[in-house]
Every structure is written in C-alpha cells, then in structure tokens.
C-alpha cells in the first residue's frame, strides 16, 4: 500500500516561515542514521538553490497577489517496499507524479531513502499553492487528495492511503 499525506498548516499567518521550511527541508540532507536523500528535482523552479526555489515560487504569488493566502502544499508519498525497492523506480515515479502536478503549479520534490516499515523511499512535494496560469489557489479538500490518490493508485498498481497531517507552523 502506498500511503499519501498532506501536511496542511492551519494558523498560518502570511506563511512565509513554513513555506521557507518546506524549500529548504527538500534541499537538506536528512541527519538521522539509516536516512539519505536521494534527489531533488524542481519543476518551474530552481532546484539547485533553496534561495532562488523559494524566490521563484513567492513571485508567482506576489504577481496574483496571493502572498497571504495558504503558502504551500506540502504532501509526500510514502512507496510500498514490496513494489518500490529501489532508488531509480522511486525517482521515476516521483517524476511522473511531480509532472502531474506540474501542469499548473511550481513543484519542487525531494526522494528519501528510509526504512520506515512499510516503506523504503518516500518522495516530498512542495507545490505552490498560485496556479501558474490563472492566479487561482489550489483547492486542498479531500476531493482533490482524493483525486491524487486515484491517480497514484492508477501509476503504481497498490492501494493509496490518504492522510492529513496538521502542522504548527511555528515548529
């Protein structure tokens, strides 16, 4: 089973230190032993530099005028170890997802290596939330978790979990 989480920030504020958080934790190399990043990958979006990442995002936003409204998505996948076992099959799923994403908003992914039981690769995306064509925010309701699911499900052949994680934004 794959299993989805959306991690949703509730009090927010302008969101700028979340959606600061989330740019620059795809860049960090994880610290816990057992944990690697494998790769990121932007998509409209540097992904060489956090910096620019997040200056590239935060102008699409400033340009509609959506600078205070919900900052970021953040969701990871979570692989089945009996399906995805191995780093390349991992990327080019997070591949196919990411242009799934892509085709309105800036993503920006990173793939972690990590035994977590159940899985051994997970993928982060961080989705600006500003439609890069019509300035609309991204409607984050379990219909649209749903609907992504569907489409993970339809990719890698397992069952996809949905989960939503409340976050506090001042950690």
């Known amino acids: 089973m794959d299993i989805l989480t ?7 504020g302008d969101g700028a230190g979340y959606f600061r958080h989330c740019v620059n934790y795809v860049y960090k190399d994880k610290l816990e032993p057992g944990e690697k990043r494998i790769l990121t990958k932007g998509y409209g979006v540097c992904d060489t530099n956090p910096k620019y990442t997040y200056t590239q995002m ?3 936003k400033d340009y509609f005028g959506k600078t205070g409204d919900n ?10 170890k009996n399906k995805v076992f191995d780093s390349i099959t991992a990327c080019n799923l997070t591949e ?18 990590e035994n977590q039981g159940g899985s051994l690769y997970h993928a982060h995306f961080v989705v600006n939330t500003v439609d890069i064509y019509n300035g609309k925010l991204y409607h984050s309701g379990i219909y649209e978790l749903g609907q992504l699911a569907i489409f993970i499900h339809n990719l890698t052949g397992n069952f996809c979990k949905t989960e939503i994680k409340y976050e506090d934004p001042t950690k």
């Not at 959306?6 to 927010?12: F, P």
Request: hydrophobic letters at 40%.
């Open 6 to 12: 959306q991690k949703r920030i509730t009090d927010n």
């Open 58 to 60: 935060y102008g699409v």
């Open 71 to 80: 900052p970021v998505m953040h969701l990871v996948v979570s692989f089945d």
């Open 96 to 113: 196919i997802i990411a242009q799934h994403l892509r085709k309105k908003y800036q993503v920006i992914t990173a793939v972690h290596y």
